[in-house]
Structures are given as C-alpha cells and as structure tokens.
C-alpha cells in the first residue's frame, strides 16, 4: 500500500480537494471502504467540473471500472446507473456554482438517496439495480 493510499484510508477522503482526491482515484490510492456512493457523487462532481460531458462520463467509467475491478469487484459496476448519476450531476452543476465537491454534495443530499433520492425520480431502483442488460449497457429510463 502507497504512503497515500494509508493516509487516505486512516482519515477518509473529505480531507483532501477535488483534484487530489480524482488524482488518488485514478492511481488506485484510494482504500476500498473509503469509496462508497458518496464518493462516487464527489467523483462525478469533479471529473466534469470544467470539462466536457462525454469526455468527463468516459473518464468516470474508465476509472470507476479500473477501481472496481483493481480491488476484486469488477461485477458490481453497472453502467445505467453510473452515466444516470453522471448526467443528474451534471444537471445540477449547470442549474448553480459549487466551490466544491463538498459543496455539492451539501447542498444537494437527495443525490445521495440511492434509494428513493434523485434517481428514483427516473428509475425503479430496485429493478434497474437488478436488470442484466442495464448493468453492462445505459438502459433509458421507462417513468
């Protein structure tokens, strides 16, 4: 494990801004338990900040995939439910300014319901979590 890799794991990533934690995430220094939906908001947050949507939801994928599968869980991506959060933070980024990822994710906590938050607005969660073909390709949503 990299010197980064333990400090990130002992005190969580909100220690640390936006470029550095996406810096840690795509070097693999970021500790598996570290890494939860939360993160994967703050992620998004700031992969497009700046960028290109189709650039930044490529980035996303290649790293979130790169993660996932460097750590043993390379099943549990699914690709409808990432580019559906990518595009709903995405929405939200050009509706108000963020200083920051820790910003965003405060000021917009529905994002964060994976359950019955924003996403449920589009998506029977429950099923789209468990529909195959959505986990390997973008599934449109059907409300």
Same mark, same amino acid.
């Given at each position: $494990?990299? *010197?980064?890799?333990?400090?990130?794991?002992? #005190?969580?990533? +909100?220690?640390? %801004? +936006?470029?550095?934690?996406?810096?840690?995430?795509?070097?693999?220094? !970021? =500790? /598996? $338990?570290?890494?939860?939906? #939360?993160?994967?908001? #703050?992620?998004?947050? &700031?992969?497009?900040?700046?960028? +290109?949507?189709?650039?930044? =939801?490529?980035?996303? *994928?290649?790293?979130?995939?790169?993660? &996932?599968?460097?750590?043993?869980?390379?099943? *549990?991506?699914?690709?409808?439910?990432?580019?559906?959060?990518? &595009?709903?933070?995405?929405? @939200?980024?050009?509706?108000? =300014?963020?200083?920051?990822?820790?910003?965003? !994710?405060?000021?917009? /906590? +529905?994002?964060? %319901?994976?359950?019955?938050?924003?996403?449920?607005?589009?998506?029977?969660?429950? =099923? !789209?979590? &468990?529909? /195959? !073909?959505?986990? @390997?390709?973008?599934?449109? /949503? #059907?409300?």
């Amino acid at each position: $494990m990299s *010197k980064t890799n333990v400090r990130v794991a002992e #005190r969580g990533c +909100d220690h640390i %801004d +936006d470029e550095a934690f996406v810096a840690a995430f795509e070097a693999l220094e !970021i =500790a /598996p $338990m570290d890494f939860r939906h #939360r993160e994967h908001v #703050r992620l998004a947050f &700031a992969m497009l900040r700046g960028a +290109d949507f189709g650039a930044a =939801a490529a980035r996303f *994928k290649r790293a979130l995939v790169t993660f &996932a599968a460097s750590v043993g869980a390379a099943g *549990k991506y699914h690709e409808t439910l990432t580019l559906a959060y990518v &595009a709903l933070v995405g929405e @939200r980024m050009q509706a108000e =300014a963020y200083s920051s990822s820790l910003e965003f !994710i405060e000021r917009n /906590p +529905d994002l964060l %319901d994976h359950r019955s938050g924003a996403i449920s607005q589009y998506y029977d969660v429950a =099923a !789209i979590t &468990a529909c /195959p !073909i959505a986990r @390997r390709v973008f599934v449109l /949503p #059907r409300r």
